[in-house]
């Protein structure tokens, strides 16, 4: 899993290109908004890897960058309001203790507030580690904002040794991006480099994390529900975003995909069932030709009764109405 997502983002065509966009939005960080359009590419890449595609990293011209930025401020959301939680929890205790000890006078106090403080905040970024890849996830696998708080569905999957391995591999992967970011950034023309690097190390991160949270929720509930689709464009702007050589190899793992050979074959059960088979073909030839049959008798019975068919007058009359 860990050389996989090493290598996610350098898969394709267009992988400079793809690579390119977003180190150039990472750059301009200070901006805020590119980061949320950043969140939106990495929900994007959960959304791909729960679909099972690890091979085809999202193009960004296959989405709709505002529909994307404005996921990503929903990514923000859940991301904030754990943090609050976790920096309240940490943050309140020390400083009461290093207030009573400010107050009385006592160092000894001011020291424990400070150490407790260090290890709720050690131990909240720990949890935050576990919580944050499953509510993301979810919220992905749900299209919910809701979804990323369900504590039924967290409290199952952050205790399986499945995602709790995942995890790992995700530290794994943030150590090494610091580490390489810092050697990298060492010169000025490395500093340049370091977004780049930053944005090949959160897709690797994604990856682990879609493949870990697919894998538990797989183990816990079964198969994973229809993943609904993300912020994707619709129309001719969809086809000019994308290569025609991915869109056709897009194409091919899109039909040997499980979902679509089912989907295709709920497709023809159900045309099955609409479309007459041959006893209703039968049943409705035999009425159609009792239907003609009747009609035909009772134009011969009316005939031989009143010598003229109702429909068309006799000679006669014809004759009188002439003269």
Same mark, same amino acid.
């Not at 990514?75 to 000890?101: E, H, K, Q, R, W």
């Not at 580690?129 to 509510?135: L, N």
């Not at 995909?257 to 007459?276: I, M, T, V």
């Given at each position: 899993?860990?050389?996989?997502?090493?290598?996610?983002?350098?898969?394709?065509? %267009?992988?400079?290109?793809?690579?390119?966009?977003?180190?150039?939005?990472?750059?301009?960080?200070?901006?805020?908004?590119?980061?949320?359009?950043?969140?939106?590419?990495?929900?994007?890449?959960?959304?791909?890897?729960?679909?099972?595609?690890?091979?085809?990293?999202?193009?960004?011209? /296959?989405? %709709?960058? =505002?529909?994307?930025?404005?996921?990503?401020?929903?990514?923000?959301?859940?991301?904030?309001?754990?943090?609050?939680?976790?920096? !309240?929890?940490?943050?309140?205790?020390?400083?009461?203790?290093?207030? +009573?000890?400010?107050?009385?006078?006592? /160092?000894?106090?001011? !020291?424990?507030?400070?150490?407790?403080?260090?290890?709720?905040?050690?131990?909240?970024?720990?949890?935050?580690? +576990?919580?944050?890849? =499953?509510?993301?996830?979810?919220?992905?696998?749900?299209? /919910?904002?809701?979804?990323?708080?369900?504590?039924?569905?967290?409290?199952?999957?952050?205790?399986?040794?499945?995602?709790?391995?995942?995890?790992?591999?995700?530290?794994?992967?943030?150590?090494?991006?610091?580490?390489?970011?810092?050697?990298?950034?060492?010169?000025?023309?490395?500093?340049?480099?370091?977004?780049?690097?930053?944005?090949?190390?959160?897709?690797?991160?994604?990856?682990?994390?879609?493949?870990?949270?697919?894998?538990?929720?797989?183990?816990?509930?079964?198969?994973?529900?229809?993943?609904?689709?993300?912020?994707?464009?619709?129309?001719?702007?969809?086809?000019?975003?994308?290569?025609?050589?991915?869109?056709?190899?897009?194409?091919?793992?899109?039909?040997?995909?499980?979902?679509?050979?089912?989907?295709?074959?709920?497709?023809?059960?159900?045309?099955?069932?609409?479309?007459?088979?041959?006893?209703?073909?039968?049943?409705?030839?035999?009425?159609?030709?009792?239907?003609?049959?009747?009609? =035909?008798?009772?134009?011969?019975?009316?005939?031989?009764?009143?010598?003229?068919?109702?429909?068309?007058?006799?000679?006669?009359?014809?004759?009188?109405?002439?003269?």
């Amino acid at each position: 899993m860990l050389e996989a997502a090493l290598r996610y983002q350098t898969q394709g065509e %267009d992988w400079i290109k793809r690579v390119g966009i977003g180190g150039v939005l990472l750059f301009f960080f200070w901006l805020f908004v590119p980061v949320l359009t950043v969140y939106g590419y990495m929900m994007e890449v959960v959304r791909r890897v729960l679909r099972g595609d690890t091979e085809n990293p999202p193009s960004w011209g /296959e989405f %709709d960058i =505002v529909d994307l930025t404005i996921q990503g401020a929903k990514t923000f959301a859940i991301l904030f309001a754990y943090g609050i939680v976790v920096g !309240l929890v940490a943050g309140i205790p020390s400083a009461v203790i290093s207030f +009573i000890g400010a107050v009385a006078g006592i /160092e000894i106090l001011s !020291l424990l507030g400070s150490l407790v403080g260090f290890v709720l905040n050690f131990a909240g970024s720990l949890l935050l580690a +576990i919580v944050v890849p =499953v509510a993301l996830s979810n919220f992905v696998l749900k299209d /919910e904002l809701a979804a990323g708080f369900d504590v039924n569905v967290l409290k199952r999957v952050c205790t399986s040794r499945t995602m709790l391995r995942a995890v790992g591999f995700a530290i794994v992967i943030s150590i090494l991006m610091q580490v390489v970011s810092t050697v990298v950034g060492i010169t000025i023309i490395g500093l340049l480099v370091v977004p780049f690097i930053f944005f090949v190390g959160f897709s690797a991160i994604a990856f682990v994390w879609a493949s870990g949270f697919a894998d538990a929720y797989r183990e816990i509930h079964g198969e994973l529900p229809e993943i609904p689709d993300g912020p994707t464009k619709t129309g001719p702007d969809a086809a000019a975003g994308t290569t025609a050589g991915a869109r056709r190899q897009r194409g091919r793992r899109h039909h040997d995909h499980p979902e679509h050979a089912r989907r295709q074959r709920d497709e023809r059960r159900g045309r099955r069932l609409q479309r007459p088979g041959p006893d209703r073909r039968e049943s409705v030839g035999l009425r159609r030709r009792t239907r003609f049959r009747s009609r =035909v008798s009772r134009l011969a019975s009316v005939t031989t009764h009143t010598g003229r068919c109702r429909w068309f007058p006799r000679p006669s009359a014809v004759k009188s109405r002439s003269a």
